[in-house]
């Protein structure tokens, strides 16, 4: 099904003409860069979902980025003719925009499947997104440097609109491969949750299961947000201040200590992984003052914020207990939010206050930019 770049046939112009299914450059282009922002637009997605209406934007995903792939053969014929007309810095940076593009794809599947789920101190997912991210401005200066995908009405006729089904099939039977053979060959890919997340291993026997939980406090990694830091509080020091209306109040560890609200929840982290667990500590809700109105905002004692919807405070839970043990400095200590049906990035760890503003939770970067 592939292109050809060889003669087949009798040409009138006299340039090679593809054999198979025929795109052409510009179509072939075209497809690459739907493709591509689909896979960023639903990777950014997928990123904000916590709840099962995840599950189709993942497979989107998926779907988009195995497009790409499907594109290539016919891409390496474009590749092949501009790489013999151009020197210089501006082939190198297409060839690496290429590369990036190529090891994005790599990392993905390699966490889909669970076949390379770590590459030394990172995980796949965290080199998936790294590569992406990285091929974005070059994505930008590829189209705007070389064009050659401008739309034409002629894209919307029948016979174009099924070449582009058959590449969406060529995808679709793509990514049922990669499903079966993960499922087939019992990858740890195939414990996937609906964001695409795969479960912790168990300590007890050197990470070989992986454990659907409760896990212990030991099962769970210990990862921050970009270039959040560790803290080491002192519990005895430590206060936290509730911010409402004007009025502030501070709680100390063992008041807090005192309520034993329980919780059992999903922490599922944007580098891949989820573990369910036991979470004790105190709702938020028992803090506010009645009849508030607006949103919280939760603050870590690194400067590390997230603002969330008043109405969760029911079932959100400042943490002081993981596991019936406290926290460990890693896991947020003295206290850390529990955002159940929330990714990781909302449980904010080592909170120093929660304010409540009038302002509505989505006033905020959609994900945290330090
Ligand atoms: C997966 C995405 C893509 C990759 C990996 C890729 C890579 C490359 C490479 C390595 C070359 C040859 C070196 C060069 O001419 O600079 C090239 C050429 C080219 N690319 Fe892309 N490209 C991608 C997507 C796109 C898109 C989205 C467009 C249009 C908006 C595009 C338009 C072109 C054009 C017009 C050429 C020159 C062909 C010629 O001179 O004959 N490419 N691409
Ligand atoms: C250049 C852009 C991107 C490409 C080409 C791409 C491609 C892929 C591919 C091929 C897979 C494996 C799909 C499967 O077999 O099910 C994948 C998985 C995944 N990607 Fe991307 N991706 C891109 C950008 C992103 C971004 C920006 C994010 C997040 C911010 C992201 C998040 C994910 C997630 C969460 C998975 C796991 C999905 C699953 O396990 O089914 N991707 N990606």
């Known amino acids: 099904m ?18 198979g299914l025929r795109l052409g450059a510009r179509r072939t282009n075209l497809g690459l860069l739907i493709g591509l922002v ?6 950014g ?3 904000a979902a916590g709840t099962g209406w995840g599950r189709p934007v993942v497979v989107a995903h998926g779907l988009a980025g195995l497009a790409v792939l499907v594109l290539a053969p016919w891409k390496s014929v474009v590749v092949r003719r501009g790489l013999a007309r151009r020197s210089g810095a501006g082939r190198w940076t297409s060839v690496a925009f290429g590369l990036l593009v190529l090891a994005a794809a790599a990392a993905g599947l390699a966490h889909a499947t669970g076949a390379l789920a770590h590459l030394g101190p990172v995980s796949a997912m965290q080199v998936h997104v790294g590569a992406a991210l990285a091929a974005v401005p070059l ?3 590829h189209a705007a440097a070389r064009g050659g995908a401008r739309p034409r009405r002629t894209d919307l006729s029948r016979r174009a609109l099924l070449r582009a089904g058959v590449v969406a099939g060529g995808a679709g039977l793509l990514w049922l491969a990669v499903e079966g053979a993960t499922r087939l060959a019992a990858l740890p890919g195939a414990r996937r949750r609906f964001t695409g997340s795969i479960p912790v291993t168990g300590q007890a026997d050197g990470g070989a299961t992986a454990v659907p939980g409760p896990v212990d406090a030991a099962s ?10 560790v803290q080491a509080l002192d519990p005895a020091a430590w206060r936290l201040r509730i911010a409402a209306g004007g009025t502030t109040r501070d709680w100390t560890y063992a008041e807090l200590e005192g309520f034993g609200d329980q919780v059992e929840a999903v922490l599922d ?4 992984w989820f573990a369910l667990a036991t979470w004790e500590g105190v709702r938020l809700d028992r803090l506010l003052p009645p009849g508030a109105a607006g949103s919280v905002v939760v603050v870590s ?3 590390y914020r997230r603002r969330l919807p008043l109405g969760d405070a029911g079932t959100l839970l400042l943490a002081t207990r993981l596991a019936g043990r406290p926290l460990s400095a890693g896991h947020g200590f003295p206290a850390r939010l529990v955002a159940p049906g929330r990714r990781g990035f909302w449980w904010v760890k080592w909170v120093v206050s929660v304010e409540l503003d009038p302002a509505p939770w989505w006033r905020q970067p959609p994900f945290p930019l330090t």
Request: overall charge positive.
């Open 45 to 47: 997605l997928a990123f």
């Open 38 to 43: 689909a896979a960023l637009v639903t990777g």
């Open 301 to 303: 004692a690194t400067g």
């Open 269 to 272: 982290c944007t580098g891949g």
């Open 2 to 19: 592939g292109p050809r770049a060889t003669r087949a046939g009798p040409s009138t112009t006299g340039r090679p003409r593809p054999a």
């Open 139 to 141: 994505l930008a200066w």
């Open 220 to 229: 769970i990694p210990v990862t921050q947000w970009l270039d959040d830091r």
